[in-house]
């Protein structure tokens, strides 16, 4: 995205995170109203558009987007998911254009049965995040949920591995992220595909 945050950068923004949200729903991984999406707008100030809450994902248009600040807080439009402030945090933190957070079955079973990080080595897929396709073993982590965004920011921030464009929160979803929305959607197909392959229990 270009500049800083505009009508029609939002609109632009809404557009983009509409079709994303169609595709992710799509595949199962955004049910209902649960999910979000974000791309970061502007760097100073830090402004981010993200999907409004309480909408059908499947059925995002260009409006159903709010342009919010460093903390989550809506500066434009409805109301943005409670989980804005994460999404804030994580762009902040990684330097990521755009974040993903999906609720899927594989992310959260996976969270569970492995609560302290799950373990990946010598599968081709680990290329389409950036790593080795052997020899090098990439922890995904796992953090434990919170209603409370700061406390779960800080957890995303100390568990994070840099080699790992993704977070799993346990009993809740998955948190991925990219440049731009491309590589996010990207970087998300490729740890749910690891996810699900651990699930199989490979």
Do not use: C
């Amino acid at each position: 995205m270009s500049a800083g945050g505009g009508a029609r950068d939002l609109a632009e923004a809404g557009a983009v995170l509409a079709a994303e949200a169609a595709r992710f729903a799509s595949f199962g991984w955004m049910r209902g109203t649960s999910g979000n999406l974000s791309v970061v707008l502007s760097r100073d100030p830090l402004r981010l558009a993200v999907t409004a809450s309480g909408r059908d994902k499947g059925e995002l248009t260009s409006a159903d987007v709010v342009l919010v600040d460093e903390r989550g807080a809506a500066v434009q439009g409805g109301r943005p998911s409670a989980e804005a402030a994460l999404h804030a945090r994580v762009a902040a933190s990684t330097g990521a254009g755009a974040v993903v957070h999906v609720h899927t079955v594989a992310s959260v079973a996976m969270g569970r049965r492995k609560p302290g990080g799950i373990l990946l080595r010598d599968l081709e897929m680990l290329k389409g995040v950036g790593q080795p396709a052997h020899g090098v073993e990439v922890r995904l982590p796992v953090v434990a949920n919170s209603q409370d965004m700061a406390e779960l920011g800080d957890r995303l921030e100390a568990a994070r591995d840099p080699r790992m464009p993704a977070v799993v929160v346990a009993g809740h979803g998955l948190y991925v992220w990219g440049a731009d929305p491309r590589q996010a959607r990207h970087h998300t197909e490729v740890v749910e595909w690891l996810l699900e392959l651990e699930l199989t229990g490979r």
